[in-house]
């Protein structure tokens, strides 16, 4: 036997030499293989590299067994160490999950139950055990040693926790999942195997305990940068925001003007989430309060800055900060603070030269309840170019900005989504409310940008104008006994609310129509 051994180790080198030496001369004949010959080398190529890496498992472990790192006992070295050594490529990475698993086999074997490089006895020698099964596909070339250890500490995890005849089944099939699917995915599968093959009633209880572990942490709020969250959901809770964000969330490239969706992924997600936020937010102030506000937003400014214009042109400089939320001393620049200003109440509260509160200002109430509901049924929709969203996901848009000036009547009020309504004041586009055109549409966008500052000055002298025969109107009639100009002027307040109200309980009703729709899409 002795006598045989050289030779055994001898032809082995031969292989692995001859191996090592044809792989590194593949570039002499790169250009000469044809499609076929290069998914056939790549093929050949991968099982080569398995096979070594299982080679390096086994050798590890029989190095571990036979005592070779006994001197990391005295401090010297260890089975990672040399590994790094001997095989510099694990350097890289791997190393660790190759020298683990080698001695955890090498360690769970009884003396003298070892050959031809692998257990006969133990956990790693018996076929029907998790370890087992794992180790007979090691030494194949079929799992690495990361998926391997993965499997292991999964099915550790839930051993307690399965039906016993079925902890082999499950080894083996987050083997097969790793396989397939990577190490990192075969950690997901967790839930889904408890649910088929946990004790009874154990899958409901962990769900259960899951509830405390969900969090959603404070905003952590940095100055002029973005504000960050952190949070874990159950997977209830998180199946229903995913329903929820999932269909507003897909690439929306533009109809009509054929522009693609060039936002990444992540921002169409978060704005999804504002989306469903503003919708639910305008939801509850209509519910709490006839003609609230989507949001009520508490903004201090200097009185210099107020003065110095916070509201005027963009690029200026002064800023606002938010009050009286967990986002408090978020800044605000001039042109956010103008598109909250559009479906929010603005309350002010004006600081001195010293940082004093000089005056503590009144709710500004923006669009009436009633102007919100005719909006629905005037424009139906957001009204920018080829955007479908329903009325229920919108908000009331000051066409001439409140804070320039602009008066919150329906002649200078539009509909827009979350996303297009950020679009308008980034790209400063302004819109001309008339009467319903032929396809029924009462608002027309100018979509080219900066439009809003070239006719705000003429929209600007407009409103002066209407304003000046407004009150010649009224001193004629002695008092304000007529109807309103404008929209409101069509029919009595009394009716347009009664319409209004008409009409909301049946936007309501297609807006949870086109709710079930999406949640049926997601």
Known sequence: MDEQQPATATSLRGVLNAARD????IGDVMSSLSATDLAEVMTLADEVKSQAAAAQ???????AHRGEF???????????SWVREHAPSLRQGGAGQVAQLAQEAAASTPGGMWSRGGPEAGAFGDASRPEGIVWGRVITGEVGAGLALTALREVARMKDLLVEDAVPTVAGAILDHGVEWGQAEARKIRPRLLAKYGIEGEFDDKQKRLRAGAFLSSPVVADGDLTEYRMAMTPAQASRLEAAIGPLSKPAPNPDTGEADLRCSGQRRVEALDAVLTGAASAEAAHRDPGGAATVVHVSVT???????LAGVDGGQGSGAVLGSRARQTMLAPSVVRQLACDADVIPVVLGADGEIADLGRVTRLFTLGQRRFLWHRDG??????????AAWTQAHHVVHWVDGGPSDLENAALLCQRHHTQVHDQRLIATVHLPDGHGRSVTWDLSPGSYDRHLPERLAEFARDRRRSAVGRRRRQLDTGPPEGWESAMPEWLVLEIADELETEHLALWEEEDD???DVA
């Open 22 to 25: 044809g792989l590194a001369g």
């Open 57 to 63: 498992v086994r050798v590890t472990a029989e190095a």
């Open 70 to 80: 006994a001197s990391a006992r005295r401090g010297v070295g260890s089975v990672h």
């Open 303 to 309: 009185l210099a800055d107020l003065l110095a214009g």
């Open 381 to 390: 929709q957001c009204t920018f170019p080829g955007c479908t969203a329903p």
């Open 517 to 519: 729709r999406w949640r």
